[in-house]
């Protein structure tokens, strides 16, 4: 028995998805976006305004306490959730780019020479390139892309082998956000941990989806993002080697990152404070402990199970679909997928389909170097999440089904 057994009852926990999208009932496919929130993470963000507001680490008066209980609470519900190793290794960001951004400036970068490497794959994310890209070009470093095949799965020997006395760091992300690949990860950290090379994982797309265990992954850096684990947004995670932060030097300067500040020198705070400066998204990450008390309650296996049963349907339904290309058809995947389809254009395929009720992504979804590898210049991405139904993958066929009329 698991509680998603009751589907209807768990719908009824997101208040979003019983609204209508002019007149029809929202399908909400874009979950590869942002995640809905359930009512018990609106609850706890509106708790803390009403109930609990102060700032953190502070006060010593009695809602001090409490907003800094509340916000380190959620510090260790996110560090059991993810398997880290201690909650110091745990650093509260505003996402997934903040932290890639914070890893770069803070670890790399300050040790990073002309002609060193940095090693990311071809499906990665804006936000697992540009921030190297902007470092690189700094300091004469350059961004190595590491292939992937036409079925968008990583050619892992094709990593393997670009990895070399030069490459300073290896950045992969868990699961593709435009393909649904599930990346195999460990493979990737382990031919480096071998070469004496850092690793990141970007586990934005994972952490939703599956168990995460970030200590038996071993990566250096694993990163993820709130708002798509069903918390608010502006909340994400760095999750380091305590070795690693210790080492590095803050990556801003503000209140509480701090120990003793004075005009001869300033010395900082333990990590994870040290790369938290000034006051926090208190309430966001108060809702993010809230959502992870959720996910624990309903049960990250029960979810993946569920997810695994929506991707076949899914996959079925689109193979059957005449003039619709599938963008990646890796074996091992989650519930996204990419589209184009004959003679229609991305974006006019996800605007009618709003007609319908029916929300999707459509564009390059922040991987242009993706995109250019498979020829396309956009697709439309429909990415599903365990409060889906198999009712609404009929009512996404219908509708596209419709679309396509009335762009024929
Ligand atoms: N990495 C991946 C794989 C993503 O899917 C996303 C968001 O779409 C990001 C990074 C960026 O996340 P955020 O915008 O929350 O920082």
Not at 174 to 181: K, R
Request: glycine fraction near 8%; charged fraction near 20%; charge should be negative.
């Amino acid at each position: 028995m698991s509680q998603l057994d009751d589907i209807a009852a768990i719908r009824a926990e997101f208040p979003q998805l019983a609204r209508l999208i002019h007149g029809k009932p929202l399908v909400y496919f874009d979950n590869a976006n942002t995640a809905q929130k359930p009512r018990a993470v609106i609850d706890a963000v509106s708790s803390y305004y009403t109930e609990h507001n102060a700032n953190v680490a502070r006060a010593v008066h009695t809602l001090g306490e409490e907003a800094t209980t509340l916000y380190e609470a959620a510090r260790d519900k996110l560090a059991r959730f993810v398997g880290a190793r201690s909650r110091e290794e745990v650093v509260f960001t505003r996402g997934t780019t903040e932290s890639i951004n914070l890893v770069a400036y803070s670890f790399l970068r300050p040790t990073l020479k002309p002609g060193d490497e940095i090693l990311v794959s071809r499906m990665e994310h804006h936000a697992n390139i540009v921030p190297w890209q902007l470092i690189a070009a700094e300091t004469g470093a350059k961004v190595v892309p590491a292939p992937i095949t036409e079925t968008g799965e990583l050619d892992v020997d094709g990593m393997i082998a670009l990895m070399n006395e030069r490459t300073r760091l290896v950045g992969l992300t868990h699961v593709s956000n435009a393909l649904g690949t599930i990346n195999p990860v460990e493979r990737i950290i382990a031919a480096a941990k071998a070469r004496g090379v850092p690793s990141l994982i970007d586990g934005s797309q994972a952490a939703p989806h599956f168990r995460v265990d970030v200590a038996a992954l071993d990566c250096d850096f694993y990163v993820l993002t709130g708002h798509k684990l069903f918390g608010p947004t502006g909340t994400g995670a760095l999750i380091a080697k305590r070795a690693h932060l210790d080492a590095m030097p803050p990556f801003m300067g503000g209140g509480e990152m701090i120990r003793k500040v004075s005009f001869d020198g300033t010395t900082f705070n333990d990590p994870p404070h040290k790369f938290e400066p000034g006051t926090p998204n208190i309430a966001g990450f108060i809702g993010l402990g809230a959502a992870i008390d959720w996910l624990n309650a309903v049960g990250m296996d029960a979810i993946a199970a569920r997810e695994t049963m929506l991707r076949d349907r899914m996959l079925d339904a689109l193979r059957g679909v005449d003039g619709l290309r599938l963008i990646g058809a890796a074996r091992e995947r989650a519930a996204v997928f990419s589209f184009v389809v004959e003679g229609a254009h991305a974006h006019d395929i996800a605007t009618l389909l709003d007609h319908e009720g029916v929300a999707v992504r459509s564009g390059h979804h922040c991987t242009h170097p993706t995109m250019q590898f498979f020829g396309v210049p956009a697709t439309v991405r429909a990415s599903l999440s365990f409060y889906n139904t198999e009712d609404e993958i009929a009512a996404f066929l219908t509708a596209l089904a419709k679309v396509r009329r009335m762009l024929a």
